[in-house]
């Protein structure tokens, strides 16, 4: 089975340091790093040179389809700290129905469901997970929205740790219970993320927790990186023309960024970029507004609100850097109402039998608005991630009903 698992097998590593994603500044690789001495995001950095000699692009396409199967693109030195749940590669759903619908270019769905605790969540925590393995770490604390708790008491409690998970009072019930039932402590709290975050972050000192916030960590990202290189990989190392990505704390989008970049510092993409859009709430869109003001930094949100509470992410702490990948790849950010979230939901079940999360279905609900008003052409490629499975959340009341004890009348349910 050993040769068969990515996870198991011994692969050389190439990682360099880390670097205040602000200022450039070097840190040390292998010891427990959170945020650099700006207060900024730490990136992993690589020695690419000698990963583009160790490993071919044909190397690559003989092993295994799982996310493990780019461990010289990842941090974790030892298979023997690398905690996993069988994190498959996820697949592309094209969306012909749609794509005929809405007159445009090829639709594609990134159904990150699929994952272990079944959101995109897994990613990240897994490497977090692991390195927090590699490192010495026993004890995790993270705030979240709900899947990303669900992943770090998945992977956490499979490492053996001890992991604390705080909510907004809100977080859709599936996700507390799925958090405790895999074994961590939970607390609902009367505020959104931010206000977990600081609970998490007070707590440090005499908890003795190690913070795994978004980006407050460097491993997340590299986790997230997946995505980008399963897409390059996935679409015959040609990427698609156009990316909708759902953006809360913007994990993802950095993660991918990154991971294009580096593929083309080894010669396997060349320089054309999707244009990444970032799409928010527009009960919580800072991000958004951010950019349309040429921001570098984007301010809290104030009283923020949406049915897509992943994205529901008033501060972040890598605003900058989701800004960055938007600009450098001439891409937007744009915001949609829960109205059509909720109708785009609906649409996508109806005409591709595709179940989204409410912060997949914003994805869809924003390239129907954009192809609208033009800023994405009816002939441009696009994919939209689809971060969780539709199945956590709730959806419309069957009201329907039969008497099995009575004749059954065929012409009205043929009308029903």
Not at 217 to 245: C, H, N, S
Not at 320 to 334: D, E, K
Not at 350 to 370: N, Q, R, S, V
Request: net charge negative; glycine share 10%.
């Amino acid at each position: 089975m050993a040769a068969m698992d990515n996870s198991n097998e011994e692969r050389p590593t190439f990682v360099t340091h880390l670097e205040c994603s602000l200022t450039g500044e070097h840190y040390a690789a292998d010891v427990v790093q959170g945020l650099s001495r700006e207060g900024r995001p730490l990136l992993v950095r690589y020695d690419l040179e000698a990963l583009a000699a160790s490993l071919s692009r044909e190397d690559l396409e003989r092993r295994p389809t799982d996310f493990w199967r780019y461990r010289e693109f990842l941090p974790v030195r030892e298979s023997s700290n690398i905690v996993s749940l069988g994190e498959g590669m996820t697949p592309l759903q094209p969306a012909p129905r749609v794509q005929e619908r809405m007159h445009g270019g090829l639709v594609t769905i990134k159904d990150e469901g699929r994952l272990p605790t079944g959101s995109f969540k897994a990613r990240g925590l897994a490497l977090a997970v692991s390195m927090a393995k590699e490192l010495g770490l026993r004890k995790l604390a993270i705030p979240t929205n709900g899947n990303a708790g669900a992943a770090m008491a998945a992977y956490g409690r499979r490492a053996g740790m001890e992991v604390f998970v705080f909510c907004p009072e809100d977080t859709p019930e599936t996700n507390l219970r799925e958090i405790a039932m895999q074994g961590a402590r939970v607390w609902r709290v009367n505020g959104l993320i931010h206000d977990c975050g600081r609970i998490v972050r007070e707590g440090v000192e005499s908890m003795g927790w190690f913070d795994v916030s978004t980006l407050k960590e460097p491993y997340r990202i590299e986790g997230k990186k997946t995505m980008g290189l399963e897409l390059a990989e996935q679409f015959g190392w040609k990427l698609p023309d156009v990316i909708f990505y759902p953006t809360g704390g913007g994990t993802g989008l950095i993660g991918m960024v990154k991971a294009f970049d580096e593929l083309e510092a080894i010669g396997w993409l060349g320089s054309k970029r999707p244009r990444m859009v970032a799409v928010q709430a527009s009960g919580c869109a800072p991000i958004v507004k951010a950019w349309k003001e040429g921001g570098e930094h984007a301010e809290e949100w104030k009283n923020a609100h949406t049915v897509a509470a992943g994205i529901r992410v008033p501060v972040a702490v890598g605003d900058f850097l989701i800004l960055r990948g938007i600009r450098s790849t001439n891409g937007f950010a744009t915001a949609v109402d829960d109205a059509e979230i909720e109708e785009a939901r609906a649409e996508m079940a109806e005409l591709e039998g595709i179940l989204l999360c409410p912060e997949g279905a914003a994805t869809y609900a924003a390239y129907k608005k954009e192809l609208a008003s033009g800023r994405v052409g009816a002939e441009e490629s696009v994919v939209l991630f689809n971060c969780a499975t539709g199945l956590k959340y709730e959806m419309p009341p069957v009201t329907e009903a039969l008497d099995c004890r009575e004749p059954v009348d065929y012409a009205a349910l043929a009308g029903s």
